[in-house]
């Protein structure tokens, strides 16, 4: 087994959806237990690459670059729209109101080696067992896509509902053919910036492409696909507003990419 790399640290996922993956899947090239741990990274670069400031799909890519140093992209959300909280359900307006998720501290430690007090904290989040369940939760008036074919089965896990003041994300972690699939949908708050999606990784050897595809209902979709020592692909699209993001890990086979992309 390896280490994920930061391939697996994107900005956007939620490290807490990773820890729930507490089923081993066969043949991958890390455990997928409480053991994983994929840290959240805020890749906001530069806009010095090839690509600096380009509009495709809805999105303003901000650099897409790979060398010798490693291979790194950055793009922001152009397209999509701010809802206005009201559309929101009750419990998730309430949420967003004290600008996000409730914690609840489970466990206090002595102090540490640098003298301060360690407390361990749990987000106190919904989860559900289907994706119509998560999405009546976000609210009627959130024009989310008919459930996914791909989220209805496959040893799908439970799928969150997370909150922050300019966000509302629904998530998940499910397997298909063997590979390992993260997904979110994310529905931005009105009166909130939207945020900036990336990854980087410095290590040599690995090849980024940009690539354009679409999904079942004809939204063109963003897909950024790695090589080399590392394989990778993943897609993004905004559909009725809502931004999607689908990464697969251990594989950069299009075709089971351009399988999930059909069911939307």
């Not at 303003?60 to 060398?67: A, G, K, P, W, Y």
């Not at 496959?154 to 053919?177: C, F, M, P, W």
């Not at 529905?187 to 690995?206: K, N, Q, R």
Request: glycine share 8%.
């Amino acid at each position: 087994m390896k280490n994920p790399s930061l391939w697996e640290a994107m900005a956007h996922m939620d490290p807490l959806l990773i820890e729930e993956a507490d089923r081993p899947v066969a043949r991958r090239r890390r455990s997928v237990g409480r053991t994983l741990c994929i840290a959240a990274a805020a890749c906001l670069l530069l806009a010095v690459g090839v690509l600096a400031s380009e509009e495709l799909f809805g999105f303003r890519i901000l650099e897409v670059q790979s060398d010798e140093e490693g291979a790194r992209y950055s793009l922001t959300v152009e397209d999509a729209v701010q809802f206005p909280v009201e559309q929101f359900g009750e419990t998730v307006q309430k949420r967003i109101a004290i600008g996000g998720d409730p914690t609840t501290v489970i466990e206090e430690h002595p102090a540490n080696e640098s003298g301060m007090d360690v407390s361990t904290i749990q987000i106190d989040v919904p989860w559900f067992d289907t994706y119509a369940e998560a999405a009546a939760y976000l609210g009627e008036n959130i024009p989310l896509a008919a459930e996914s074919a791909a989220l209805a089965g496959h040893g799908s896990r439970k799928i969150r509902v997370s909150t922050a003041s300019n966000v509302v994300t629904l998530s998940t972690i499910y397997e298909l053919e063997e590979t390992y699939v993260m997904f979110s949908a994310a529905a931005f708050v009105e009166g909130g910036m939207s945020p900036t999606y990336g990854s980087a990784d410095g290590a040599s050897g690995i090849e980024l492409t940009q690539e354009t595809a679409q999904t079942g209902t004809g939204c063109p979709a963003l897909i950024y696909r790695t090589g080399g020592e590392r394989n990778t692909c993943e897609a993004y699209f905004i559909r009725e507003g809502i931004v999607y993001n689908l990464f697969l890990t251990d594989t950069n086979d299009m075709s089971v990419l351009q399988r999930i992309l059909d069911t939307f």
